[in-house]
């Protein structure tokens, strides 16, 4: 455990400096332009100060600052977000990660789901205490984000409608489809409710499975949007899917070409 070290003026200017310059985190590339020195020279500073407990390593090559009320460099992350942005790009904060954002649900998650179009090999990395979940994506599906201020730092986290979207798309991005069924009627209580927009995105994003279970939860819990459940049908795709593919699934219901489960196979009245 490093116990924080006093720091000469010189290096009490550096780090400051270097702390304006980065916001949020530091790597060693943007210490060497910060301080003007070599990667290796920048990589070698990085190091001493962890070691006095001015900085804490988040993993090779990335440090954050620790608070000036910390007594350890041993710290949690100040703001998992902008790790994630910094460990992951181009990504976006999705799911539940971004439902919570938006007030979609009330469910409280203990890990971060960031989206990218990387490929990390850790898809579930726990860092100084705080869990992710990695989901890749192709490039092609890095839209319907909007920029948030997280401290001096701007964040991308998937809209409201790219939200429900992604959970229509992976229930499992919403903790399955019971929560991706609450949040999308939080969102369709919501003044951030887009149909046209949501149709628009599923159009973009080019999944079948999206429309099945979209139209199949408007009918079952929102019967009164009657272009878009219409839109869902002109949009089937053939094939069946699962309503939720971590669950088994005993019944197909051949009008959305789903497979339900035996407890989402009843009448709405008795659900």
Partial sequence: MSTVAGLGKDSRAKLGKLLRDSKGSVSV??????LG?????????LARWTKQGWLSRVRRGLY??????????????EDPW????????????GGWSAAEHWDLTEQIFRSVLVMTTTKPRNRQPEIKGQKFVVRTILPASLFGTKPVWRGPVKVAVSDPTRTVLDMLDDPSL????????DVLQSYLKSKSK?????VSYAKRLNSGAVFKRLGFLLERYATEETATIKAC???LTTGNVKLDPSLPAERLLTAWRLWLPATWAKDKSRD
Avoid: H
């Fill in 29 to 34: 590339q943007q210490a060497a332009a910060s």
């Fill in 37 to 45: 020195v070599s990667a290796k020279d920048a990589a070698k500073t």
């Fill in 64 to 77: 954050v600052p620790v608070p000036l009320e910390s007594s350890t460099g041993n710290v949690a992350l």
């Fill in 82 to 93: 902008i790790i994630a942005d910094r460990l992951f790009p181009p990504c976006y904060i």
């Fill in 174 to 181: 919403g903790g399955g489809i019971r929560p991706t069924a």
């Fill in 194 to 198: 887009d149909m046209e927009l949501l």
């Fill in 233 to 235: 049908r002109s949009c």
